[in-house]
């Protein structure tokens, strides 16, 4: 009944920016923990982003200065706004609920469910 889909991706230049969304149903982001996860190719799912319940966020050492994390009003989409896109940024970005806290903290992969489809973003010129 739990379902998340993850929108926004696509190609951008290296230096460019990229917004994605990941939008929930049958839980709101006020409620657990929601984390940013990506994949690229041949490499191991890391975690990149995590909105806490109560708004704060943990930043991985992939994205601190360059990504942000924020959710609507209605608290039914997360967003991952990144800007000075690297080659290295390149993957499958999916999103997924924490169930077993309200706080972030560090992504540990067994404490997350209702993983989306995922959606791709390119950086290339």
């Known amino acids: 009944q739990v379902q998340f889909v993850e929108s926004g991706g696509g190609l951008v230049q290296p230096g460019g920016s990229l917004r994605l969304s990941c939008t929930a149903s049958g839980l709101t982001s006020d409620d657990y923990a929601i984390g940013w996860f990506r994949q690229a190719p041949g490499k191991e799912r890391e975690g990149v982003i995590c909105?806490?319940?109560?708004?704060?966020?943990y930043i991985g050492d992939s994205a601190r200065g360059r990504f942000t994390i924020s959710r609507d009003n209605a608290k039914t989409t997360v967003y991952l706004q990144m800007k000075s896109l690297e080659p290295e940024d390149t993957a499958v970005y999916y999103c997924a609920a924490n169930l077993m806290r309200r706080l972030c903290a560090g992504f540990r992969h067994y404490e997350y469910a209702y993983w989306g489809q995922g959606t791709q973003v390119t950086v290339s010129s």
């Open positions: 909105l806490s319940a109560d708004g704060g966020s």
